[in-house]
């Protein structure tokens, strides 16, 4: 996940492969609780990991199901065994269950119906989260709930329920205040239909009829047929009994899919076509974990999307996307559209409007003005700074595209803390004029799907130019590699530490047992080739199966690497190396010749120098805070030496390139060098600051 205070996307050109969307939430909540109710085990795939499944499948655990592996692992299947709908006679558990909703409702209606002695506790925003109208239907039957702190309002305390005074009247539960307390009753009844058929009324209207959908469908895999009359009766046959279905897919959440279909739809596919994925030659998007037998009601993005012009095919739980070919698709088609049954998945066609061929007009979104933020007022004035011309009216949207290339403009997009603005406004860094792309608080979309843009960064491309590189050269403990490492977390770009694979193949080399000089530069340059060198995401350096992090950081594995680094054949043998770090959406480097020869096109050189007394004492204080020991006038000599060797090689010296900016940190903070840099870097941007 990016959590820095902005994300720069790079202008964008192709998009082509394969993403794998997280599990839906609602979807795995019920799932999970579903497969404990049933008879017999239940092989759960793709279920989402997160906070909310975690402490369902807690609760689970703690009532006795048998769950393998214990945590979610990615790619491998969760096993549930459940109680085949009852529970020991003397059954008692106090369960946490967090902040997740998801868990709480459904579970305190089946523990209700259930029986036993059962405290269903969490956190204290839990505690202001009403629960008073589940707990009234659920007494209406004979369940015993008691209310422990405010009335209506969990924790609560559950014991065994009397059925006797239970008749044939229907249960009934308010639909407009959140349709969970439905989805509950749903889901527990069935526990208690043995002999009789249960009737649930619903009173007053009933919102959000997808969800209730989902839960149909859910309860029709697990055995459970329920007759939907119209939205307001639903009736749970009599004879009713859950029976795990075997094995069950968590489908992916269908508005998560919405953004790769637009993708798929405004971007050419890779101009290599030579190893084209589909009958058609066409390179294109493949979403999987959401498709054609989706039961969620934002599938039917789908069907706007087409109508725009995007190629789309469709398996079970896969879809492909591809552009139309010119004129036929693309550049896409503009559409009026009433949008209520798509309300979220819409506010993707809103971006999806600055690539059609006239003005596109979406109906109906009266809600987008209550929801994170008011999403038609923040779609009106974000799509504006692009360019666009927008109308706005209380319940639609009418979007005209910048007129011609020209009239794009490069945008710092503000999120709201919302984060489908986040994600949808991702999809402007494909405009025509290539401008990048400014994306506030990219961590807002951690709400449903915390690594958005890295999927998004591993099927887009873009030519190599356009991604930024910050180069930062200097001698030796000038500060470059710690100047280097907070330029890139504040920018949420990668790093390229290039010292450490001079200092990598000078250990490689020596513990060889090769003498690092001349005689042996071809056998010390085919080593650097195949290293099999991985940094990983704490920045720690391994070697094969060795992290070698501590062993190279030594001043002698610095000397070795000035040694090694001064042979031609090895600085060649390494150029492949450091230009694939070179990845979206950005890139800082930390070197000697950075700017001189690996990046040369780089947009910001800086060129980093701090007194050698001055450096001196820092590789000091940093070998002893270490606890290697060090003397200073040894190092003052060695980095001397060092200096003087890096200056002049014949390859590759350093020196600051033409181009650079100068920066003696001698009397700064390295906070001052830090800010000193990222305000180099934002005056180079279109932007201006965030
Ligand atoms: N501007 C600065 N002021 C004070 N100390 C600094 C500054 N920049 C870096 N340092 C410290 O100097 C030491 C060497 O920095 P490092 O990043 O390893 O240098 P290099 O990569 O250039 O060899 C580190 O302990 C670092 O914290
Ligand atoms: N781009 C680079 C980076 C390092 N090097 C060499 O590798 C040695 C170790 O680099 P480093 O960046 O890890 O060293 P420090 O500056 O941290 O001491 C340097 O002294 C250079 O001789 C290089 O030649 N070219």
Redesign the pocket.
């Given at each position: 996940m990016f959590t820095t205070e902005f994300l720069d996307l790079p202008a964008l050109d192709t998009a082509h492969g394969t993403v794998s969307l997280p599990g839906s939430k609602s979807i795995s909540n019920r799932v999970l609780l579903l497969a404990a109710l049933s008879q017999g085990t239940t092989v759960i795939h793709d279920l989402l990991d997160s906070d909310d499944t975690r402490v369902m499948l807690a609760a689970l655990r703690q009532l006795g199901c048998r769950i393998a592996p214990d945590a979610v692992v990615p790619g491998q299947a969760i096993e549930v065994t459940g109680i085949g709908g009852q529970l020991p006679a003397d059954a008692a558990a106090t369960l946490f269950l967090g902040n997740a909703g998801t868990a709480m409702r459904p579970l305190t209606a089946a523990l209700a119906v259930l029986g036993g002695s059962f405290e269903m506790t969490g956190v204290p925003r839990m505690y202001e989260r009403p629960i008073g109208d589940l707990v009234d239907a659920l007494r209406q039957l004979g369940c015993r709930i008691a209310y422990l702190g405010n009335e209506g309002f969990p924790p609560l305390k559950i014991g065994r329920p009397d059925f006797s005074r239970f008749g044939q009247a229907p249960i009934q539960v308010r639909g407009d205040v959140s349709s969970q307390f439905l989805t509950s009753l749903l889901m527990a009844l069935p526990l208690q239909a043995g002999s009789r058929d249960i009737v649930i009324e619903v009173v007053g209207e009933l919102i959000s009829r997808p969800y209730i959908h989902i839960t149909l469908e859910l309860l029709a895999r697990f055995g459970i047929a329920v007759k939907n009359e119209n939205w307001q009766r639903f009736v749970i046959p009599a004879g009713s009994r859950y029976r795990s279905p075997g094995e069950i897919h968590v489908e992916a959440d269908a508005s998560s899919a919405s953004y790769f279909i637009a993708l798929g739809a405004i971007a050419t596919g890779m101009a290599d076509t030579a190893d084209a994925d589909n009958a058609t030659g066409r390179k294109s998007i493949r979403i999987l974990g959401v498709g054609r037998d989706s039961i969620q009601g934002d599938i039917r993005f789908v069907e706007a999307a087409r109508a725009m012009g995007a190629q789309v095919e469709s398996g079970p739980n896969w879809l492909q996307v591809a552009r139309g070919e010119p004129g036929q698709g693309w550049p896409l088609k503009a559409i009026d559209l009433d949008c209520n049954h798509i309300p979220d998945a819409a506010m993707t066609l809103a971006v999806m409007a600055l690539y059609a061929d006239g003005t596109t007009t979406l109906r109906n979104i009266a809600s987008w003005r209550v929801k994170e933020t008011d999403r038609i007022a923040a779609m009106a004035i974000e799509l504006r700074k692009l360019g666009a011309t927008v109308e706005e009216g209380p319940d639609y949207i009418r979007i005209t595209p910048p007129a011609s290339r020209a009239d794009w403009k490069a945008a710092s997009i503000h999120t709201y803390d919302d984060h489908r603005v986040a994600m949808c406004f991702s999809l402007a860094a494909f405009n025509p004029a290539k401008l990048p792309v400014r994306i506030e608080d990219p961590k807002c979309v951690a709400k449903t799907f915390p690594d958005y843009f890295e999927a998004l960064f591993s099927v887009c491309q873009t030519e190599r130019e356009r991604i930024p590189v910050i180069c930062i050269d200097g001698?030796?403990?000038?500060g470059?590699?710690t100047i280097a490492a907070e330029v890139a977390r504040a920018l949420g770009y990668q790093l390229l530490?290039?010292?450490?694979l001079?200092?990598i193949t000078g250990l490689a080399a020596s513990r060889a047992g090769l003498a690092l000089d001349e005689s042996n530069e071809e056998t010390i340059a085919e080593m650097a080739l195949d290293m099999p060198v991985r940094f990983d995401a704490q920045q720690r350096v391994w070697l094969g199966d060795e992290d070698i992090s501590l062993a190279i950081r030594s001043e002698q594995a610095?000397m070795n690497?000035?040694r090694v680094?001064?042979l031609p054949a090895v600085?060649s043998a390494l150029v492949d190396l450091q230009l694939a770090f070179q990845t979206l959406p950005g890139l800082v480097a930390?070197?000697?010749?950075?700017g001189t020869v690996?990046f040369p096109h780089a947009p910001l050189k800086v060129y980093l120098s701090a007194s050698a007394q001055c450096r001196a004492e820092r590789r000091y204080k940093q070998l002893i805070s270490k606890g290697i020991s060090a003397n200073i006038s040894t190092l003052l000599a060695d980095l001397e030496a060092?200096d003087a060797?890096?200056m002049q090689r014949a390859t590759?010296p350093?020196k600051p390139a033409e181009d650079a900016l100068l920066l003696d940190s001698s009397e700064l903070t390295i906070e001052q060098v830090v800010a000193q840099v990222l305000s180099w870097w934002q005056e180079r941007q279109p932007f201006g600051r965030a």
């Open positions: 001698p030796t403990a000038s470059k590699g530490d290039s010292g450490a001079y200092r610095g690497a000035s680094s001064a600085r930390d070197g000697r010749d950075m690996i060092r060797r890096d590759a350093l």
